[in-house]
């Protein structure tokens, strides 16, 4: 009984960090579809692609969570969900300028 207590909460502990993060495939779409509107060149808010940082600086905005220079929340204003959010989140860290797999996200 107690071997099958600490398996099980030696899967939890290894689940969690599954579940918490996102999808990556959804996160690109979602990038696509919500950010790269105004986060392009020549727009305000000028071009964001996920090489622009790092994976630590980009864990390090979204736990900040504000978007526009600090001016608002992340989301803010936006049809973006938290589920969403974290999926972008997934997709940016998983492919920044120092990750295994960098990505510019064109088209």
């Known amino acids: 009984m107690r071997n099958t207590l600490l398996s099980l909460l ?9 579940s918490a993060q996102g999808s990556e495939l959804k996160g690109k779409y979602y990038f696509k579809k919500s950010c790269k509107a105004c986060h392009v060149p020549g727009q305000p808010g000028k071009e964001v692609t996920p090489l622009v940082k790092t994976q ?19 989301g803010t204003g936006t049809t973006v969900k938290p589920d969403q959010m974290k999926d972008i989140m997934t997709f ?8 295994p797999q960098p990505m510019t996200c064109g088209g």
């Open 92 to 99: 940016l860290i998983a492919h920044a300028s120092d990750s």
């Open 56 to 74: 630590a600086q980009w864990k390090a905005y979204f736990a900040a969570g504000k978007h526009n220079q600090g001016k608002e929340k992340l």
């Open 10 to 18: 030696a899967l939890a502990a290894l689940a969690a960090p599954l």
